[in-house]
């Protein structure tokens, strides 16, 4: 018997139009938020895994017809989906990852009740699942210690406020106590060396 053979892309779902000034009570801008939260916005409660499904088959049936519709019907799915940390992962089959990666280069806007402006940024693809949450942790992580050392550099500018809490918010459950991403960043010994990531390695070398 064959074994049929699945890539896992790992998306971050990214909202350009959106505002990066927080607002006080009465409405009034203040705050610049760090960079790094710029990138890492949290998605509308509205977007399910059901509905992200059927604007990614919109996007392939649009930009492939029914060649890619057909190619992928089988094994396209969702496997994973937080709306706090706009983090997705995608299974489709080996043969048909690189049809898939296209159609969500081309997605521009996420539908109804979501209807917001959006680009879908795959920054891995991997032969397990495994290896796309262990990658997605270590974006996690990296991000957090990221929008730490922008705080403090902040702070040392005097311009003030603590960045680093409006991130961690995104990886906390509502009702919950932290997550095992906050877990780690706050129980890890090690420090961040700042080596920036080479987002050029996108492939896993698993079967």
Same mark, same amino acid.
């Given at each position: 018997?064959?074994?049929?053979? /699945?890539?896992?892309?790992?998306?971050?779902?990214?909202?350009?139009?959106?505002?990066?000034?927080?607002?006080?009570?009465?409405?009034?801008? /203040?705050?610049?938020?760090?960079?790094?939260?710029?990138?890492?916005?949290?998605?509308?409660?509205?977007?399910?895994?059901?509905?992200?499904?059927?604007?990614?088959?919109?996007s392939i049936v649009e930009n492939f017809g029914d060649y890619g519709a057909g190619i992928t019907s089988a094994s396209l799915r969702v496997m994973y989906l937080s709306a706090p940390t706009s983090t997705a992962i995608i299974r489709v089959s080996r043969a048909a990852y690189r049809l898939l990666w296209a159609s969500l280069?081309?997605?521009?806007?996420?539908?109804?009740?979501?209807?917001?402006?959006?680009?879908?940024?795959?920054?891995?693809?991997?032969?397990?699942?495994?290896?796309?949450?262990? +990658?997605?942790?270590?974006?996690?992580?990296?991000?957090?210690?990221?929008?730490?050392?922008?705080?403090?550099?902040?702070?040392?500018?005097? !311009?003030?406020?603590?960045? !680093?809490?409006?991130?961690?918010?995104?990886?906390?459950?509502?009702?919950?106590?932290?997550?095992?991403?906050?877990?780690?960043?706050?129980?890890?010994? +090690?420090?961040?060396?700042?080596?920036? +990531?080479?987002?050029?390695?996108?492939?896993?070398?698993?079967?």
């Amino acid at each position: 018997m064959v074994r049929v053979k /699945h890539r896992y892309l790992l998306v971050n779902i990214l909202y350009p139009k959106r505002s990066t000034r927080s607002k006080n009570a009465a409405g009034e801008s /203040h705050q610049q938020q760090p960079d790094v939260l710029r990138f890492l916005q949290p998605s509308p409660d509205t977007l399910t895994s059901l509905l992200l499904l059927r604007a990614i088959r919109e996007s392939i049936v649009e930009n492939f017809g029914d060649y890619g519709a057909g190619i992928t019907s089988a094994s396209l799915r969702v496997m994973y989906l937080s709306a706090p940390t706009s983090t997705a992962i995608i299974r489709v089959s080996r043969a048909a990852y690189r049809l898939l990666w296209a159609s969500l280069s081309f997605m521009t806007t996420l539908p109804y009740p979501v209807s917001e402006a959006c680009v879908l940024r795959v920054v891995r693809v991997s032969g397990t699942i495994r290896k796309a949450e262990e +990658e997605a942790i270590r974006r996690a992580r990296a991000a957090v210690l990221r929008a730490r050392r922008e705080a403090e550099e902040g702070k040392g500018k005097g !311009s003030g406020g603590d960045g !680093s809490g409006g991130i961690l918010e995104m990886f906390r459950e509502k009702g919950k106590g932290p997550t095992r991403v906050e877990s780690i960043v706050d129980g890890s010994n +090690e420090e961040d060396d700042g080596e920036e +990531e080479d987002d050029s390695e996108l492939m896993d070398d698993d079967d």
